[in-house]
Nanobody
Framework: QVHLVESGGGLVQAGGSLRLSCAAS????????MGWYRQAPGKQRELVAV???????NYAGSVKGRFTISRDNAKNTVYLQMNSLKPEDTAVYYC???????????????WGQGTQVTVSS
């Protein structure tokens, strides 16, 4: 089984910064896609950013220019650097790994437990 452990969430003032981390563990050969999603109370979970194994990235329009996703393939870890945070960024942030090569073949998606990000005005 593949497990994702997130860290770095917390309370920050508007305009501040936060860095999220997510480490994948298990019998993993490679992870093709890693990403971050978020869900605010009463709303649907939405894509924030995604990154491929080779470093290609995609961002939600609402976070472009403010957030940066990156990964360390040697550590099976994905990061989300969040700058210029706004109150509307407040949500539970979830890490996702997909197209994961394991002993069972190409598997996924796998989800982290979520980490709370709260931005005060």
């Amino acid at each position: 089984q593949v497990h994702l452990v997130e860290s770095g969430g917390g309370l920050v003032q508007a305009g501040g910064s936060l860095r999220l981390s997510c480490a994948a563990s298990g019998s993993i050969f490679s992870i093709n896609v890693m990403g971050w999603y978020r869900q605010a109370p009463g709303k649907q979970r939405e894509l924030v950013a995604v990154i491929g194994r080779g470093g290609s990235t995609n961002y939600a329009g609402s976070v472009k220019g403010r957030f940066t996703i990156s990964r360390d393939n040697a550590k099976n870890t994905v990061y989300l650097q969040m700058n210029s945070l706004k109150p509307e960024d407040t949500a539970v942030y979830y890490c996702k790994a997909d197209l994961v090569r394991t002993n069972s073949g190409l598997t996924g998606p796998y989800w982290g437990q979520g980490t709370q990000v709260t931005v005060s005005s």
